[in-house]
């Protein structure tokens, strides 16, 4: 069992930053894949990243190429999302996930359910 715990959303202005963390605990082998996924009101959850617990490759989707950044901290049980140049359609609740499998595409990876845990989200919200 994997419990999942996100952290560091807010209040930011366009063309801020935030950096949110996922706490997770209980047993994630390398192969795990962790994902940031969001969600605005009224609208579909949406792929944000992915990245293997054990690296290797990390996926983006194309609004997050060049401002997000994921990252894991394994000694810390951390996964991270480094958002940069925030824009006002970045307000969303973001969450934490994970899946038991590791992905060859951003098609596979980009899927949500094929996570089989998530956190309950924290909320970030863009100021114009």
């Known amino acids: 069992q994997v419990q999942l715990a996100e952290s560091g959303g807010g209040l930011v202005q366009t063309g801020g930053s935030l950096r949110l963390s996922c706490e997770t605990s209980g047993r994630i082998f390398t192969y795990y894949t962790l994902g940031w996924f969001r969600q605005a009101p009224g609208k579909e959850r949406e792929f944000v990243a992915a990245?293997?617990?054990?690296?290797?490759?990390?996926y983006y989707a194309d609004f997050a190429k060049g401002r997000f950044t994921a990252s894991t901290d394994n000694a810390k049980n951390t996964v991270y999302l480094e958002m940069n140049s925030l824009k006002p359609e970045d307000t969303a609740r973001y969450y934490c996930a994970a899946a038991e499998a590791s992905f060859g595409s951003i098609v596979a990876a980009s899927g949500a359910r094929r996570y089989r845990y998530w956190g309950q989200g924290t909320q970030v919200t863009v100021s114009s």
């Open positions: 990245r293997s617990w054990g690296g290797g490759s990390t």
